[in-house]
């Protein structure tokens, strides 16, 4: 087509030609305004999102109340989510109005702006020139001109719409580059098993650079089998310590050892393999109970004989068998079907069917009746005998169950008698009253 406007007419060829850089420049210009608008839709439909799966959550035909809707309700919260949700709501309309706006816009802002360059240019030329016009001339240019911009027009829409993908394409792109800070070493060696040994080598960990430390230079040998109860004040660094032995975090001096190896040597699945932790704040997964148990499986398998096992353990056979489906029963979104002490003892359940060498607990029983705790004390006793065991608690029935007691305070780590502890007047545990009767007892 380009020849054939040569042809006709080399002079206006050269003009039309002249004009392609300049509809470039407005497809490149437009182009990054549309990636802008784009990267404003995505982030206000990935807040939307957010906010929905936080405080809603829409099944086909209801909508079911999350834990955070109680906290609403009982905060007379329902009219200022009304207006958070009507304001997020809002803000994506108008983003992703703006977007389609844009791209209506772009192809009549590119031909308008192709057509006016033309015309001012052709005419200039003609003037400056003088020659004669030839409307029959003219006309075939212009045909041939149509179909020569075609192609043209198609590659700046396929650029208007890389762009507007663009935001995307980078967000994922950031997930993909994404480097976790913690990760196994090329020669990470692999235990089939271990004893259960753990130290800490003056330990010293931050979560941010320049603050106080959490963790100031802590040396505590856990040995093979024993329990041990970590005691301390609230936020004085207790689940900080546990999730350092799970390598969730790296100290920033000193190091753990794992069976006298460090275990920064030790493969990251192998060593989580190794530890079943139960977390203050149970973690259920949208799935059925027996599902939720077996997490942990090592081959991703649910073996109903273990799962029955542990749950019997964990003292939540009782309410799992009085549920219509039993063990196939769902457990609704984040387990909202359960109360707190259920999920709790599920908790405790999926680190019993994970056996491995070292539980560690972390304030695992808070949410449990007294019967209920003391059924799962007697359960742990026999778990003790052949594990290691690591008690994060303010409740003296649990902390008095372990070999030994460590108070966790301002950062420093030192062990401290039965007495000791007690004498602490019920500041990191239990009322003085029962402490002292606790204290008969023990
Ligand atoms: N991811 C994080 N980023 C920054 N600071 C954190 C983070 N996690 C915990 N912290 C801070 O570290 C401190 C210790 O928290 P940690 O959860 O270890 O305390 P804790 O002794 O287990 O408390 P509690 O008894 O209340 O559970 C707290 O001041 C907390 O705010």
New binding site residues.
Partial sequence: MGTQMVAINPQLSLVAAMVIPCMSIVIAKLGERLRQISKEAHLSLAMLAAYLNDVWFSSTQLVHVLPSMLTVKVNNGEHKEMLRFHELAFLDLKNNLGKKKMKALIPQAVRTTYIAGLVVLCAGSVAVSGTTFDPEGFLSFLTALALFVEPIQDFGKAYNEYKQGEPALERIFDLTRFIPEVRDKPSALHLNSVKGDIKFHDVTFR??AGMPP?VDGVNLHIRAGETIAIV??????????A?LLLRLYHPQSGYIALDNHDIQDIQLQCLRTHIAFVS?DPMLFSGTIAQNIAYGDPVGDTNMRKVENAAKIANADEFIKILPEGYDSYVGQRGSSLSGGQKQRLSIARAIYQNSSILVL??ATSALDSRSELLLKEALMNLMASHTVVI?A?RLEMILMADRIVL?EGGKLREITRSAFLSLDGRFGSPPDLLSRELGEA
């Fill in positions: 979560y941010v959490i301390g004040p609230s936020g004085g660094g207790k689940t900080t310590l999730k203050q972390d304030e994060i303010h966790l």
